[in-house]
């Protein structure tokens, strides 16, 4: 059984930072593609930021570039997203994602084989 638990949400006001963390499954960690995606009241599933082997390659959503940060400790196998100068419109349920499929097209939920749960961002203007 495969098991993401996400923690770390919470409600910040606009400019603040949060850091979402997502504990893994040992058997998937480092053999996936892990991210996070986020959804939204009355929007659809988007994707915000991959890592992927090899040497921990990463891409970031364009909506959140230069503020949003993603890592793993494989140590510990935790998948972390830091969020910075954070905005109204970055409020959403955020998930964990592992075995993400991705191409130059993109990153999509349809593609996703595992999600956490899912962690809450409030973020107050």
């Known amino acids: 059984q495969v098991q993401l638990v996400e923690s770390g949400g919470g409600s910040v006001q606009a400019g603040g930072s949060l850091r979402l963390s997502c504990a893994a499954s040992?058997?998937?960690?480092?053999?996936?593609?892990m991210g996070w995606f986020r959804q939204a009241p009355g929007k659809e599933r988007e994707g915000v930021a991959i890592?992927?082997?090899?040497?921990?390659?990463?891409h970031v959503a364009d909506a959140v570039k230069g503020r949003f940060t993603i890592s793993r400790d494989n140590d510990k196998n935790t998948l972390y997203l830091q969020m910075d100068s954070l905005k109204a419109e970055d409020t959403a349920l955020y998930y964990c994602?592992?075995?993400?499929?991705?191409?130059?097209?993109?990153?999509?939920?349809?593609?996703?084989?595992?999600w956490g749960q899912g962690t809450q961002v409030t973020v107050s203007s």
């Open positions: 994602a592992a075995g993400v499929a991705y191409s130059s097209g993109g990153y999509y939920p349809e593609g996703v084989k595992y």
């Open positions: 040992q058997s998937i960690y480092n053999t996936y593609c």
């Open positions: 890592i992927y082997t090899p040497a921990s390659n990463t």
